[in-house]
């Protein structure tokens, strides 16, 4: 389904005993996660989302709204389950305590830095490497290693950018990428 990024913090209207009966109705127990999830349209994230008025909503925020009422100016409705679809198992917190459970929550992978230099896939296997780029399955990134970044990083200020991306094979925007710290700010 759609996403209606306005709906993200858009204040719910006080609903009618109608509009609550109808919301609940698309709430389902899974036995699976102990979860009430809602069974109604959801965007890409999963979250359910409800129309009231022509407006749309994220599903957990009304659920949170008919069940304690308005939620405060500047406060998210956070999901204590990890389950974007669940209406049941919420509490009311900030933007970074929702940050701080991404972090504690996600597996390793989603933690870990990014794999750099020469510790690259492409270093450690130049034959498998060689044999990607020669059947043009990989493109022509050029990977440098700690020691060619070192080199360049001595050599900004006494050549141009244009002139050291020649010299190593790679981009003008990667030299200014290594120069600014964007790229390679590991390297000290």
């Not at 600014?180 to 390297?187: D, E, L």
Request: charge should be positive; charged fraction near 25%; proline fraction near 4%.
């Amino acid at each position: 389904m759609g996403e209606h990024p306005a709906s993200t913090r858009r204040a719910i209207p006080q609903l009618t005993e109608d509009e609550c009966v109808r919301f609940w109705r698309r709430a389902v127990r899974n036995p699976a996660t102990g979860c009430l999830e809602w069974v109604g349209a959801r965007n890409r994230k999963g979250y359910g989302w409800v129309t009231f008025r022509r407006q749309p909503y994220l599903a957990h925020r009304v659920a949170w709204t008919i069940a304690y009422g308005a939620i405060p100016t500047g406060a998210l409705i956070r999901h204590k389950c990890d389950n974007a679809p669940c209406v049941e198992h919420l509490e009311i917190g900030t933007q970074a305590d929702n940050w701080n459970d991404f972090i504690t929550r996600q597996p390793i992978k989603f933690r870990a830095t990014r794999v750099r230099g020469d510790q690259h896939w492409r270093r450690r296997n130049p034959a498998l490497s060689a044999k990607l780029v020669g059947a043009k399955m990989v493109g022509k990134q050029a990977k440098l290693t700690v020691e060619q970044v070192l080199h360049i990083r001595a050599m900004i200020g006494s050549r141009t950018q244009r002139e050291i991306a020649a010299a190593f094979g790679v981009s003008r925007a990667t030299i200014s990428f290594v120069k600014s710290g964007m790229r390679w700010g590991h390297v000290v």
